[in-house]
């Protein structure tokens, strides 16, 4: 296998490494006086011949790249932010380069390659290496290697029946803007596949590296293809894996469905757009980090001269990994920054909720689920919600099944996934920045044309994120609906005309973050509604084709006037909005219990505290000593902090007149929205009803108290990496959790106890509607159980001693092996009380600790990424509540 081109610091050729799934979190911790290590890192090491393994040193530095926006020429853009970029990593990493030739680090790293698309540096190093460098200053963390997975697809038999338009391409409307002039012409598009074969009759006259007009070329590589793993020096189709054998048709046939064309084969969106490529997917991480690097300043083959004015218009990236990667979230971000639009297949992970994967689950990419020609969505489509985001996703849909479209060797063949829906769209921004030369770089203002302007797509009988998917736009189903690129070219026009919207106030001051919307009817569609926000100088344009418009401007705090009437003319329009500031009201009240009815039943009302609801619920109070709640207020929309009641449930803000939504949450409560009315001072009292919740206090505030309960005399259970194991309480006890019983639960190998269903893998953010869910995290991560040295009693034990029973994690191993921790999880079936604690803690850093219900809505993150700070002798216990106790003022 050839490897990676890399600074080598020792001869040894060395082959990269991939690691399997793994939760990043979205933000690097607190870097106290080493950078935290990935135990990954440490665990990979422990399971090669040499010790060593490929890890990222990712540094604290970043470029701000976001000057970059306001600059319009394509080159002078991309080299800013090049340059940018470069000067970040130059002045950071030099220091750290340095240091790995120091004696004290020398013969620990093998090999170190620099990137600058995130500052961040690739080692194949060991132990010590590792340690040394998390020591260095400047470094955030040290970071594994993330698992990478080409999306399956379904491929049929090969086909030879063209239909001159495909149905995708017609689906989308594609044919009918063909039809008004606009074909992609002048436009470059980009994948990072498994490579492309550039000979095939659909492809080979729009490879911009054909100097030609047919297919005997001449060619020029340079610039247009770069294979940073298999160093082959023309485009072609190549394994997609390590060590691989077979080369792979993905990356021609996602290819075909952008531009592809020949004769009766219209298989591609734009067919007159021009394309450039780079095998990236999937040997490792290095391999695609440095592709995607490569797009953003594409160089000759022999990796010279770097020309950022060369990158492509639009990439689409059909690979996926684990969710959250932070380096993989930078160089998005960079490529968004440079005006490229990233497009990124869904995944095929559903129809669960909750399972897109990276890149589609990163903001700085437009994510696409996947169609049948039917319309009805891909059952295999991933769903939202996005754990990384506040955002719906997918962003839409297009078509994803029985896409027919070019395979290596001449050959045209159906593909079935995720990964065949997302070229639709790069196609489409192509047809679309042709149409309308203005929009070029502008990737947030085409993602919402695009969005705008889809298809409502409706999915009957559907609910992700608590959208129902059959009557909600957007959902996490089918986003926004199904791609019309035809839809988005009526309305942008062709860059001749626009409306400039100017915001001000009453004395004639510009107003930033004005929020826009402009409402056009287009003939045979309908109303469709484009959103904006006014920038620093109170400015927006809307990039749209001629005719009447209605503009409306809201601002918090400020009055809205009615919409504007606009006509927009063949040369422009330019309009002023005034908004008038609001008076401010005083807005006051209580937050108080409303009691279900069963706790007036005289049985309850005389029991008082400490007896158990119809539910089996503990820890409720008589209504006679209620008070106000300890409650929290935010005020829905705005970027006001929350406030909080005081002794007596009271809460005092002041806001501007108009109607507000508030939203007021409790623990032990379900949460409500209120709708105010603040036209004149308001005094409200919000009731919220109890719900099954938990109050958590650890040994450190002295709400309990570490006490080992040593498990292993019980039952020991051998679970091997991503596995479970079901255990029945004795007798004929139960654990009430989260308002339901239980006398079964699972035992996961990855660190936590799950009830009603089995999970193996983890995702590590609670609450989460995606799996796992209902579930205790005692020390969430990619753990190893059977890993270990023989005789250390490593394993997972399970002992009942009175009413608790106990799940002990004893000399458990991170995955592969390395770093052993030992805790447990004590279930309480007469307080039905949870208990953490923890005895050896080697590598909390990247580990979940709480509590979650079945729906995934409701939990307690007690500590992400090693924010509570986890250390040997710790107990952590949550407590059922249900309501609270009441504040008191005493």
């Known amino acids: 296998m050839t490897t990676i081109r890399m600074l080598v610091f ?131 963390q040290i970071l594994p290697e993330v698992k990478l997975e080409l999306p399956e697809v379904l491929v049929e038999e090969p086909s ?72 082959t020096t023309f485009p072609q189709a190549l394994p997609w894996q390590a060590g691989g054998t077979v080369p792979s048709g993905h990356g021609t046939h996602v290819m075909g469905t952008m531009v592809g064309s020949a004769g009766a084969n219209q298989i591609g969106v734009a067919p007159d757009a021009q394309w450039i490529a780079t095998f990236g997917c999937c040997p490792d991480n290095v391999t695609l980090l440095a592709a995607l690097q490569w797009h953003l300043a594409p160089t000759r083959l022999d990796g010279s001269s770097p020309n950022p004015a060369l990158r492509a218009h639009a990439l689409q990236n059909s690979w996926g990994g684990s969710g959250g990667s932070s380096i993989y979230a930078q160089a998005m971000a960079a490529l968004k920054a440079s005006g490229m639009f990233v497009s990124a297949s869904a995944g095929n992970n559903g129809p669960s909720c909750g399972t897109l994967t990276s890149p589609g689950d990163l903001g700085s990419v437009f994510s696409v689920g996947g169609t049948r020609s039917d319309d009805m969505i891909y059952a295999y489509s991933s769903r939202g919600p996005n754990p990384f985001s506040s955002q719906t996703g997918p962003d839409l849909v297009a078509p994803g099944v029985g896409v027919r479209s070019s395979v290596p060797g001449g050959y045209y063949q159906e593909y079935t996934g995720t990964s065949m829906a997302g070229p639709h769209v790069v196609g489409a921004v192509a047809l679309l920045w042709q149409a309308n030369p203005a929009l070029v770089g502008q990737v947030d203002y085409t993602a919402e044309l695009l969005r705008q302007t889809s298809t409502p797509f409706p999915v009957q009988g559907e609910s992700c994120g608590g959208l129902d998917s059959g009557a909600a736009r957007p959902n996490n189903t089918s986003g926004w609906g199904q791609l019309d690129v035809l839809r988005a070219v009526q309305l942008a026009g062709n860059g001749q005309s626009k409306v400039v919207v100017q915001v001000r106030d009453g004395a004639a001051h510009p107003l930033a973050n004005a929020n826009l919307t402009l409402s056009r009817t287009l003939p045979g569609i309908g109303e469709v509604t484009l959103n ?65 009815n069963w706790l007036f039943l005289p049985s309850i009302v005389a029991g008082g505290q400490g007896v158990k609801s119809p539910q089996g619920i503990i820890n409720i109070h008589k209504p006679a000593t209620l008070k106000g709640l300890d409650a929290r207020i935010t005020v829905v929309g705005t970027a006001l902090p929350p406030v909080t009641t005081d002794c007596n449930g009271a809460f005092s803000l002041t806001l501007p007149a108009g109607v507000h939504t508030l939203l007021v949450e409790a623990t032990g409560y379900r949460s409500q929205h209120v709708t105010l009315d603040t ?212």
């Open 160 to 231: 030879d029946s063209p239909e001159m338009v495909e149905w995708n391409i017609a689906k989308i409307n594609a044919d009918d803007v063909w039809a008004l002039g606009y074909t992609g012409a002048g436009m470059v598009v980009a994948n990072l596949d498994t490579g492309v074969d550039y000979t095939h009759p659909a492809l080979v006259s729009k490879y911009r590296g054909n100097l030609g007009t047919g297919a005997s070329g001449p060619f020029d590589h340079n610039y247009n293809w770069y294979d940073p793993y298999w160093n």
């Open 532 to 596: 904006g926000a006014t920038d620093s100088a109170g400015r927006f344009e809307f990039l749209v084709a001629p005719g009447p418009a209605m503009i409306q401007a809201t601002l918090f705090g400020y009055s809205s006037p009615n919409p504007l009437n606009v006509t927009v003319g063949s040369g422009g329009s330019t309009v002023t909005i005034t908004l008038q500031q609001l008076p401010n009201r005083s807005v006051s009240g209580l937050v108080v219990e409303q009691l279900p």
């Open 679 to 890: 036209t004149s001072g308001v005094q409200r009292t919000v009731y919220l009803s109890p719900v099954w919740d938990y109050s958590v206090a650890d040994s450190r505030s002295g709400g309990v108290s570490f006490q080992w309960i040593d498990a292993m005399p019980g039952t020991r259970y051998a679970l091997g990496d991503e596995s479970y194991q079901m255990v029945t309480l004795p007798g004929s006890v139960s654990l009430d959790y989260y308002g339901q019983q239980y006398s079964q639960f699972f035992i996961g190998s990855n660190g936590f106890v799950s009830f009603g269903q089995p999970y193996t893998g983890l995702q590590g953010i609670i609450p989460f509607e995606g799996a796992p869910n209902n579930a205790i995290y005692a020390l969430g991560d990619d753990l190893n159980p059977t890993a270990g040295t023989p005789g250390n009693d490593n394993g997972i034990y399970v002992r009942t001693v009175g009413n608790k029973t106990v799940v002990q994690y004893n000399q458990v191993e991170h995955w592969p092996a390395g770093d052993p921790e030992t805790f447990q999880v004590i279930l309480d079936t007469v307080t039905d009380q949870i208990t953490l604690q923890y005895q050896q803690v080697s590598s909390p850093d990247f580990t979940t600790v709480g509590v979650e219900n079945a729906a995934g809505d409701r939990g307690i993150s007690w500590s992400y990424a090693n924010s509570g700070n986890i250390q040997p002798g710790l107990a952590v216990r949550f407590t059922p509540v249900y309501g609270q106790a009441g504040v008191s003022c005493q």
């Open 10 to 140: 020792a001869a040894a050729a060395v082959a990269m490494i991939a690691l399997t799934g793994l939760v990043v979190p979205p933000a690097a911790p607190a870097v106290a006086a080493a950078a935290p290590i990935h135990p990954a890192v440490i665990a990979s090491m422990q399971g090669t011949g040499d010790g060593r393994a490929t890890f990222f040193v990712l540094l604290a530095e970043q470029a701000d790249l976001s000057p970059a926006y306001a600059i319009t020429d394509w080159g002078a853009r991309g080299q800013w932010v090049v340059d940018a970029l470069q000067a970040a990593a130059d002045s950071s990493q030099a220091p750290l380069l340095r240091a790995l030739e120091s004696p004290s680090v020398r013969g620990h790293v093998a090999q170190a390659r620099p990137f600058w698309i995130v500052n961040t540096i690739a080692v194949y190093g060991d132990r010590q290496a590792a340690d040394f460098l998390a020591r260095q200053p400047g470094v955030a």
